[in-house]
């Protein structure tokens, strides 16, 4: 089976930095691509930043300039830098990678989540 385990959310106050983390155990045979999503209060989860195996990064227009992914493949870890916060930041951040198993099985895996608060 496969585990994706966020760490890293918490509250801070606007213009303020946070990183997020998210490590993929189990029974992994490769990663394809690992990325951040979020989610607000009764909006639908978007994408926040994506990054590829070969470190091609895709960013939501909303975050650029200010959060940057980068990504361990030897650890199979997945960063999000997020600088220069803003309140409209504050959700729910999902981990989710894109791998195959050991079964051979391709699939997208999620974290539970991480809670973002941007707030004064």
């Known amino acids: 089976q496969v585990q994706l385990v966020e760490s890293g959310g918490g509250l801070v106050q606007p213009g303020g930095s946070l990183r997020l983390s998210c490590a993929a155990s189990?029974?992994?045979?490769?990663?394809?691509?690992m990325g951040w999503y979020r989610q607000a209060p009764g909006k639908q989860r978007e994408l926040v930043a994506a990054?590829?195996?070969?470190?091609?990064?895709n960013y939501a227009d909303s975050v650029k300039g200010r959060f940057t992914i980068s990504r361990d493949n030897a650890k199979n870890t997945v960063h999000l830098q997020m600088n220069s916060l803003k309140p409209e930041d504050t959700a729910v951040y999902y981990c989710?990678?894109?791998?195959?198993?050991?079964?051979?099985?391709?699939?997208?895996?999620w974290g539970q989540g991480t809670q973002v608060t941007v707030s004064s």
């Open positions: 989710n990678a894109d791998l195959t198993t050991t079964r051979g099985t391709r699939n997208n895996y």
């Open positions: 189990g029974s992994i045979f490769s990663i394809y691509a």
């Open positions: 990054i590829t195996s070969g470190g091609n990064t």
